[in-house]
């Protein structure tokens, strides 16, 4: 797969916008970089719209930002700690350099379905959020998308590293609709450990 496929009607894409209820909560383990802190040991703002090349569903062009949430607190550990297929072990500093954020929308979001029977209306596959690197494709549907008269508020997809895990990639035209709930800068308590228990996850010596 090398291109991106043409969008489809405009009325699939509508069907397929999903709406957020103002008071749902959202969930996210990274900041700048996948740490919670800059060099500085200055914590950096969880609600951050990256511009840059590295996100899976960023700008082609880096002319918008895009914030990667999931729906739960175990979709955004996946999506952070998970992400060396086959690591059971985390090291004491790398745990150390993040911190978690419950966020909140202050009204409801419409996001464009890459799940289930979405992909097959839209005309794409799975490949699009679970493939490897590059990230060509999946940034040149993210832009295709980004920039189509639905003006969805961003993209709702699987978790790469636990498919039944939801996650939002918000588009930076929602930024005044996102707003910190919570931030917890030590993750060495039980519910953070009960999480990395469920996938077999521990802490190195």
Known sequence: MTAARPLPRYGAIEERARSRPCSDQLHHHKGHDHSARAPDGKLYDPI??????????????GTFGVLYVAQKASG????TFLRIPGRTVLARDFV??????????TRALRFICLTGRGLARIGATAEVTH??????????????????????DGIVYSARHDDQETCYAV????????????RRIDLDDDWFWDLAEAYGVGLAP
């Open 76 to 79: 955004a550990f996946a999506e």
């Open 96 to 105: 150390a350099g993040k911190a978690y954020a419950r966020l909140r929308t």
């Open 48 to 61: 951050y719209f990256d511009r840059s090349r590295q996100g899976r569903l960023n700008a082609a062009d």
């Open 131 to 152: 493939s490897g690197l590059p990230y060509d494709v999946p940034q040149a549907w993210s832009t295709a998308l980004h920039g189509h008269k639905a003006r969805a």
């Open 171 to 182: 588009f930076e035209r929602a930024r005044n609709t996102i707003e910190e709930v919570e």
